[in-house]
């Protein structure tokens, strides 16, 4: 299996900035896409960004020019940079994984428990 482990989250000022970071470890045995999805209180979950292997980006519009996505393959880690925080960017973010494990070679989704991010006025 592959676990995802986060960091940060936490309160913020609006216009501020913070970071999230994830750590994938298990037994795996190559990661395909890493990201992050939130979701707010009454909303659907949504994709914030998302980075494949190769280092390709995907963001959604809401966040784009504020986010920055980026991942340490070595690492097997993700992080998001989040500058120019709104309110409406508080959520629950989820770390997020898309890769095969020695134990299935199957590739899977995977997905960290959530970090709550609040952005005050």
């Known amino acids: 299996q592959v676990q995802l482990v986060e960091s940060g989250g936490g309160f913020v000022q609006a216009g501020g900035s913070t970071g999230l970071s994830c750590a994938a470890s298990?037994?795996?045995?190559?990661?395909?896409?890493m990201g992050w999805y939130r979701q707010a209180p009454g909303k659907q979950r949504e994709l914030v960004a998302t980075?494949?292997?190769?280092?390709?980006?995907n963001y959604a519009v809401s966040v784009r020019g504020r986010f920055t996505i980026s991942r340490d393959n070595a690492k097997n880690t993700v992080s998001l940079q989040m500058n120019s925080l709104k309110p409406e960017d508080t959520a629950v973010y989820y770390c997020?994984?898309?890769?095969?494990?020695?134990?299935?070679?199957?590739?899977?989704?995977?997905w960290g428990q959530g970090t709550q991010v609040i952005v005050s006025s």
């Open positions: 980075i494949t292997e190769g280092g390709s980006t």
């Open positions: 298990g037994s795996i045995l190559s990661i395909k896409d």
């Open positions: 997020y994984a898309k890769a095969i494990s020695l134990a299935t070679l199957v590739n899977r989704d995977y």
